[in-house]
C-alpha cells in the first residue's frame, strides 16, 4: 500500500505540478505584497506619520460615508464598521505591521477560491489523464485490487493538498517577512463575533494570539481545499476529459463566490457545497450567505458533499469498464 | 525520480497534514464548543498623548468637511492641508467629517473616546455644522416660517453649545475654527428668505462662538454670493472644486497668518 502511494507521488512529482503551483505562489504574492505596501505608502501620505488608531479611526469614518452609497452591501460595511470600532474601543489593532497580519489576511482572501484552484491544478486530471494516456491500464493489470489502487491515489490526493497549503504559507511568510519584517506572530486578534438578524453579537468576543489564529486558519483552509480536491477527484472518474472536469469544477467555484452574494433569501442554497466555503468568514465573524449557518452547519455540508464524492468515486472506479 | 526523495516528500507531507488537521482540530474546538477561557478585554485607556512632530488639523463635520461635490474628493480640509504643506508646514490631517452629520449627531460622534483623543492631539481644529439642520432634508424650503426656523435654531445653537464645550474639553489649547453657512438657494425663487434665514444663523453662531476662548468664526456667505452657480456642485447644494479651494484659501491664510500658529 505505501509503495502504491509512493508511487503515485513520485508521478505527481514527476510532472512538475508542485513548481507551477509554488510559481503561481510566488508570482500573486509579490503582486499582493506590493500592492500592500504601496497602500500603506498612500495612507501615510494622505495623514502623515500617525499612530494606527488614528489610522483606524480615519477608516471606519470614510466607511460610514460610504455607508449612503453601499447599497446591497450596506448590512455588511455596517457590520464591519461596527467590528472596526470595536477594535477601537478596546485598544486592538486590527493590522499590526508585520509578515502574520498579511499571512492573516491572504489565507482569509484565497481559501475560497485561490487555494481550491492550485488543489484543483493537482487533482482534477488524477484518474482522467492515466486513462487519455492509457496507462491505466497497466496499473489495474498489477495484482492489487481496484480500491486500493484508487484509494493509494485519493491518499495521495490528500497529501499533495498539505504540501500545497504547506508551500503556500511557507511561500508567504518568506516574502511577507522580507517585505514588512516578521514581527507579531503573539499580537492579539479579536475573535468570536458573529452576527445575528443584521446586527453584530460581542457576546462570544475573545482576544486570541495572532499565530493561533493564523494555524486555524490554515486548518479550516486545508479543509476547504481538501473537500474541493475530492470533487474534482470525483470529476476525474466520471469524466474523460480532464478539461471537462477543470472547468466543471471551476463554474462550481465561480459560481459559489457569486450565489454567496445574492442566496440571502434563498434558503436552501445553504445545502450547496459552493455556498459554504467561505469557513473563514465564521472566524473573521462577517455575516454568512444565508442567515443563520453557522461553521458546524458547513462543516457537515461539506463534509457530506465530500464523503458522497468518495462513495461515488469508488463504486464508479470499481464497476467501470475499463478499454 | 530517486525514491528516497520521494519517501521524504511523503512523509514530509504527511506531518504537514497532521499539522492542518490539528489546526483544524483547534478551529472546531474554538469554535463550535466554545474557547477554554475568555480573558478580560482590554478597554482603551487614557494613554500618555504621543508627542507629534507634525502640526496636527481634525476636521469635524458634515458632507462640507468630507469634501463631497469635489471632483478630488478633498474638500476645503484637503486643500487647506496643501496649502499649508506648500508653506512648508509638516501637517497631518485627519478628516473625521460624516456626509449629512447634524449637530445632534455630531455631539454623539464627539462621546467616541479615539475621536476625543484625536481633538485632544490637534493643533488646530476645522468643523462644519449647521447645514444639515437648517435645510433638515428639504423640509425647510416648503416651510420658511420664522416659526420653523426659530425652532430649528434653537435647537442646533444648543447642540453647538455642547459641541464646542465637548472640543475644549478635550483640548483647551487648539484654534477651532467654526465655517459659517452659506446660501445655495439665492437665485432660487424663494432666495431672499433663504439668505435671510442664513445671514441670521450665521450670526447666532457668531453670537455663541464669542463665549469660548481661541474659537474663530469664518465666514463663507460672501465667497458664494456672486457668481453662486459657478462655485457650487452639479446638485446646487455642495460647493465644487472651486467653492472649496475658496473656502480653503480662506482658512490657510488665517491660520499661517498667526491665527494658529503655535
Redesign the interface.
Given at each position: 500500500m505505501i509503495s502504491l502511494?509512493?508511487n503515485e507521488?513520485?508521478k505527481l512529482?514527476?510532472k512538475r505540478r508542485f513548481m507551477i503551483i509554488a510559481a503561481i505562489i510566488v508570482v500573486l504574492l509579490s503582486l499582493f505584497t506590493y500592492a500592500q505596501s504601496r497602500q500603506s505608502e498612500a495612507v501615510k501620505e494622505?495623514?502623515?506619520?500617525?499612530?494606527w488608531?488614528?489610522e483606524?479611526?480615519?477608516r471606519i469614518?470614510d466607511w460610514?460615508?460610504r455607508l449612503?452609497s453601499a447599497g446591497q452591501w450596506k448590512d455588511q460595511l455596517q457590520i464591519q464598521i461596527q467590528q472596526y470600532?470595536y477594535y477601537?474601543?478596546?485598544?486592538?489593532n486590527p493590522s499590526e505591521p508585520g509578515a502574520p497580519t498579511f499571512i492573516r489576511g491572504f489565507v482569509e482572501n484565497s481559501a475560497e477560491l485561490f487555494l481550491p484552484l492550485l488543489v484543483m491544478i493537482v487533482a482534477v486530471d488524477l484518474v482522467s489523464s492515466e486513462r487519455s494516456m492509457g496507462t491505466i491500464k497497466l496499473l489495474l493489470t498489477r495484482p492489487v485490487s481496484r480500491f486500493k489502487v484508487l484509494l493509494s491515489k485519493y491518499i495521495a490526493l490528500?497529501?499533495?493538498?498539505?504540501?500545497i497549503?504547506?508551500l503556500f504559507g511557507l511561500l508567504s511568510f518568506l516574502i511577507s517577512a522580507v517585505m514588512f519584517g516578521n514581527q507579531g506572530w503573539s499580537a492579539p486578534v479579536?475573535t468570536?463575533f458573529s452576527v445575528q438578524g443584521g446586527e453584530l453579537n460581542i457576546a462570544?468576543?475573545?482576544?486570541?494570539s495572532q499565530s493561533?489564529y493564523i494555524?486555524?486558519?490554515?486548518?479550516?483552509?486545508?479543509?476547504i481545499s481538501l473537500v474541493v480536491g475530492t470533487l474534482s477527484f470525483m470529476l476525474s472518474i466520471l469524466m474523460r476529459s480532464s478539461a471537462a472536469g477543470m472547468g466543471t469544477m471551476l463554474a462550481c467555484l465561480i459560481s459559489g463566490a457569486i450565489l454567496s452574494s445574492m442566496v440571502s433569501s434563498w434558503e436552501s442554497a445553504k445545502y450547496l457545497f459552493m455556498v459554504n466555503l467561505g469557513l473563514m468568514d465564521?472566524?473573521s465573524g462577517s455575516a454568512p450567505p444565508v442567515e443563520g449557518m453557522t461553521?458546524?452547519f458547513s462543516?457537515a455540508v461539506l463534509a457530506v458533499w465530500m464523503l458522497g464524492a468518495l462513495a461515488v468515486s469508488f463504486t464508479v472506479f470499481m464497476r467501470k469498464d475499463i478499454y | 525520480?530517486h525514491?528516497l526523495k520521494?519517501?521524504f516528500?511523503?512523509v514530509?507531507?504527511?506531518v504537514?497534514?497532521l499539522?492542518?488537521?490539528?489546526?483544524?482540530?483547534?478551529?472546531?474546538k474554538?469554535?463550535?464548543i466554545?474557547?477554554d477561557s475568555?480573558?478580560g478585554?482590554?478597554?482603551?485607556?487614557d494613554e500618555p498623548q504621543?508627542v507629534l512632530?507634525?502640526y496636527?488639523i481634525v476636521a469635524l463635520g458634515d458632507s462640507l468637511t468630507?469634501g463631497t461635490g469635489d471632483s478630488e474628493g478633498k474638500g476645503y480640509a484637503g486643500y487647506v492641508g496643501d496649502l499649508l504643506k506648500q508653506d512648508g508646514m509638516?501637517?497631518?490631517?485627519?478628516?473625521?467629517?460624516?456626509?449629512?452629520l447634524t449637530s445632534a449627531q455630531m455631539t454623539e460622534q464627539l462621546k467616541?473616546?479615539?475621536?476625543h483623543?484625536?481633538i485632544g492631539q490637534a493643533d488646530i481644529v476645522l468643523m462644519t455644522i449647521g447645514g444639515n439642520d437648517l435645510f433638515d432634508g428639504g423640509q425647510t424650503l416648503s416651510n420658511l416660517t420664522p416659526e420653523n426656523l426659530a425652532s430649528l435654531g434653537d435647537g442646533f445653537l444648543a447642540n453647538l453649545k455642547s459641541v464646542l464645550t465637548a472640543v475644549r474639553a478635550a483640548n483647551g489649547r487648539a484654534v477651532v475654527y467654526v465655517l459659517g453657512l452659506y446660501d445655495p438657494f439665492r437665485d432660487l425663487e424663494s432666495g431672499d428668505r433663504t439668505s435671510s434665514a442664513v445671514r441670521s444663523w450665521n450670526y447666532k453662531m457668531t453670537e455663541v462662538l464669542s463665549g469660548y476662548s481661541n474659537t474663530v468664526f469664518v465666514p463663507t456667505y460672501d465667497l458664494f454670493q456672486q457668481n453662486t452657480a459657478d462655485y457650487l456642485f452639479t446638485d446646487h447644494f455642495h460647493p465644487n472644486e472651486k467653492g472649496y479651494r475658496l473656502m480653503a484659501g480662506r482658512l490657510a491664510a488665517l491660520i499661517t497668518g498667526g491665527g494658529g500658529r503655535p
Open positions: 502511494v509512493q507521488l513520485m512529482l514527476g494622505r495623514l502623515g506619520d500617525v499612530d488608531r488614528t483606524l479611526q480615519q469614518v460610514q460615508n449612503s470600532q477601537l474601543d478596546h485598544d486592538v490528500i497529501l499533495s493538498v498539505s504540501l497549503i504547506f479579536l468570536g462570544g468576543v475573545r482576544l486570541v493561533r494555524l486555524q486558519q490554515f486548518g479550516l483552509a486545508w479543509f465564521y472566524m461553521l458546524g462543516l | 525520480m525514491s520521494v519517501r516528500i511523503a514530509f507531507a504527511a504537514a497534514c499539522l492542518w488537521l490539528l489546526g483544524l482540530g483547534w478551529a472546531v474554538d469554535y463550535l466554545g474557547a475568555v480573558p478585554l482590554p478597554v482603551a485607556g504621543p512632530k507634525a496636527k468630507r509638516d501637517v497631518s490631517l485627519v478628516n473625521l467629517g460624516i456626509k449629512g467616541q473616546k479615539e475621536v483623543r484625536q
